[in-house]
C-alpha cells in the first residue's frame, strides 16, 4: 500500500491509472477508522482496480466552536486497517498542500444545505463540497463511495457532480450500526459509558417511527413528538432537530410516505450525533 502526501504525486499516480485504462474508485475519509470506513472501502474493492482513500480532517467544514482540534486522530491504526482491506493508496496530504497561503475558492452548493444540519453548522457543507472537489480533481476517480449516515453530505455530492458536469460514478452504502444499534461514527469515541447509553436514544427513536409507519400512521408531526419524546426519556440528551422530509429536497413535509426521509442531529453530552431512516427501508436494528 502506498503512502502519498502531495498532490502532485497523487495525480501523477491516476493519471498513470487511468492511462492503463484502470477504473479508480475513492473513499474520502478523516481518519480515525471504524466498521463503516471498512465497509466504503470494501465497496470500492468490489467495483475498482485501484482503491485510493484519503485521510484528511478537513478544517474548512469545521467551525471555530467546533471539534476540529480534538478530532480523533490514528494514522498508523488506520493504515493497518485499510492494508488489511486492501486498499491500494492512501493519500494523506499536509493542510499547505490541500489550502496554501492565497487559497480563496469555494464551491457550495446552495439550497440543499439550508436545511438539517446546515442549519446548525452554516459553514459545514461549504467546506465539504470543497474538499470534495478538490480531492476529485487530484485523485481523478471514476468512483467515488459515500455513507448514506450523513445522508445530506451525500446529497450535496450528488448535487455537486451533476452540477458542476464531473464525470464520476457516486455511490451511497447503508449505514453501519454496533449490534446495540448505535450508528458507527469516529465520534462515538467521545462518548463515555453513561453516554454511550444514551446515544441509543437516536437508534431506538428511530426503530419507534418505523413501527408507528408499519402500523398506518402517517401524521409527520404526531412521529416527531414520538420520536422526541423518546429522546427525551434519555438522560444527557439535547436535540438539534427531528425533521421528516423530502429526501430530493430536505423539505419539511406533513404526511409521512415510502421514501420520506427521518432525520436527526441529538448532542449527547457535549458530543453530536446524527442518524436517519427513510420510511419503507430497512432498519438494520436490534
Ligand atoms: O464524511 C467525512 O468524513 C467528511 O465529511 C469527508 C467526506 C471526508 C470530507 O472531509
Known amino acids: 500500500m502506498k503512502i502519498i502526501r502531495t498532490t502532485a504525486e497523487m495525480q ?3 493519471n498513470a491509472q487511468r492511462e492503463a485504462q484502470k477504473h479508480i474508485a475513492f473513499v474520502p475519509t478523516m481518519g480515525y477508522f471504524h466498521d463503516g470506513h471498512l465497509e466504503l472501502m470494501r465497496a470500492g474493492k468490489r467495483c475498482a482496480d485501484i482503491l485510493v482513500i484519503s485521510i484528511f480532517v478537513n478544517p474548512t467544514q469545521f467551525s471555530p466552536n467546533e471539534d476540529l482540534q480534538a478530532y480523533p486522530r490514528d494514522f498508523d491504526r488506520d493504515c493497518t486497517l485499510a492494508q488489511e482491506v486492501g486498499v491500494d493508496v492512501v493519500f494523506a496530504p499536509e493542510n499547505d498542500a490541500m489550502y496554501p497561503n492565497g487559497f ?6 446552495e439550497k440543499l444545505t439550508q436545511n438539517l444540519c446546515g442549519r446548525y453548522r452554516p459553514q459545514h457543507f461549504r467546506g465539504v463540497t470543497t474538499v470534495c472537489a478538490k480531492l476529485f480533481n487530484i485523485i481523478k476517480p471514476h468512483t467515488v463511495i459515500f455513507g448514506k ?3 445530506q453530505q451525500l446529497a450535496a455530492i450528488s448535487r455537486m457532480l451533476t452540477d458542476l458536469n464531473m464525470d464520476i460514478e457516486l455511490v451511497g452504502m447503508p449505514i453501519v450500526r454496533e449490534a446495540n444499534g448505535l450508528a458507527m ?5 467521545y462518548l463515555n459509558a453513561t453516554e454511550r447509553k444514551s446515544a441509543l436514544a437516536l ?9 408507528f409507519f408499519l402500523r398506518g400512521e402517517n401524521n409527520a408531526q404526531e412521529c416527531i413528538m ?6 427525551d426519556g434519555y438522560s444527557h440528551t439535547a436535540i438539534d432537530y427531528i425533521q421528516i422530509c423530502e429526501t430530493k429536497n430536505f423539505t419539511d413535509i406533513a404526511t409521512i410516505t415510502q421514501g420520506s426521509l427521518l432525520a436527526l442531529a441529538v448532542k449527547v453530552g457535549k458530543t453530536r450525533l446524527i442518524d436517519n431512516y ?8 436490534p
Do not use: P
Not at 185 to 189: D, G, I, W, Y
Not at 226 to 231: A, D
Open 149 to 151: 449516515k450523513d445522508y
Open 185 to 189: 461514527s469516529s465520534r462515538n469515541t
Open 104 to 109: 480563496q475558492t469555494f464551491v457550495a452548493v
Open 12 to 14: 501523477a499516480f491516476s
Open 203 to 211: 437508534s431506538h427513536s428511530l426503530r419507534e417511527a418505523r413501527s
Open 278 to 285: 427513510v420510511f419503507g427501508e430497512e432498519l438494520n436494528l
Open 226 to 231: 414520538l420520536v422526541r419524546s423518546i429522546i
